[in-house]
Nanobody, 129 residues
Framework: QVQVVESGGGSVQAGGSLRLSCAAS????????MGWFRQAPGKEREGVAV??????????YYADSVKARFTISQGDAENTVYLQMNNLNPEDNAMYYC????????????????????WGQGTQVTVSS
């Protein structure tokens, strides 16, 4: 059974930083895509960043709204990813969700369509002005 678990959310003042972590377990993919999405109250869930992980490397893709402020990276443990969020502002207030799936479809497509089979429960990020 596949599980995806996020951690690291919290409260921070505008201009501050947070790092979210995500760990996936129970799958056997050697190449796969993991990503971060967020949903603010009353708004649709939107893609933040995805990372394609394969033997020997990774490739990351970002939504325009977070480029140069957020960094997605492979974690230290197997099947883990981080989302480093810098220069946070109140527009970043949202529940952040981690998702994972195979590379049957491109990571960029998954970022745009939010089509992942496996999702975590979410972690709240609150930014005060």
């Amino acid at each position: 059974q596949v599980q995806v678990v996020e951690s690291g959310g919290g409260s921070v003042q505008a201009g501050g930083s947070l790092r979210l972590s995500c760990a996936a377990s129970g799958w056997k993919y050697s190449r796969f895509c993991m990503g971060w999405f967020r949903q603010a109250p009353g708004k649709e869930r939107e893609g933040v960043a995805v990372i394609y992980m394969y033997t020997g490397g990774t490739t990351a893709y970002y939504a325009d709204s977070v480029k140069a402020r957020f960094t997605i990276s492979q974690g230290d443990a197997e099947n883990t990813v981080y989302l480093q969020m810098n220069n946070l502002n109140p527009e970043d207030n949202a529940m952040y969700y981690c998702a994972g799936d195979s590379d049957d479809y491109s990571c960029t497509w998954r970022l745009m369509t939010r089509r992942f089979d496996y999702w975590g429960q979410g972690t709240q990020v609150t930014v005060s002005s």
